[in-house]
């Protein structure tokens, strides 16, 4: 195996990882989208898109339905929210 195979063959290693990552995060409930991107760098849009290529197309709808109406996915969100039950 030459030089270059092996680096090739690291560096796909390693995205491959990342990519493992990414999804593992993405299907934990308590890991918000902006968790995600600090760690990974990669936006929720990105995320969906990854989800949509690597999941069998029932496993993507089932999540996607699970993420959407999460509060814990968004940090924003789940900081509104607590604001407001905290002004009550």
Same mark, same amino acid.
């Given at each position: 195996?030459?030089? $270059?195979?092996? *680096? #090739?063959? %690291?560096? $796909? #290693?390693r995205a491959e990882a990342i990519l493992d990552?990414?999804?593992?995060?993405a299907w934990a409930d308590d890991v918000s989208f902006e968790k995600?991107? $600090? #760690?990974c760098g990669t936006t929720e849009a990105d995320v969906?898109?990854?989800m949509r290529n690597n999941l069998k %197309?029932? *496993?993507?709808k089932l999540w996607r339905k &699970?993420?959407?109406? &999460?509060?814990?996915k968004h940090e924003k969100r789940n900081k509104l929210i607590r604001q407001e039950i905290e002004q009550l």
């Amino acid at each position: 195996m030459t030089q $270059k195979t092996q *680096s #090739e063959d %690291a560096t $796909k #290693e390693r995205a491959e990882a990342i990519l493992d990552q990414i999804i593992r995060m993405a299907w934990a409930d308590d890991v918000s989208f902006e968790k995600i991107k $600090k #760690e990974c760098g990669t936006t929720e849009a990105d995320v969906i898109k990854i989800m949509r290529n690597n999941l069998k %197309a029932n *496993s993507f709808k089932l999540w996607r339905k &699970r993420v959407s109406g &999460r509060l814990t996915k968004h940090e924003k969100r789940n900081k509104l929210i607590r604001q407001e039950i905290e002004q009550l």
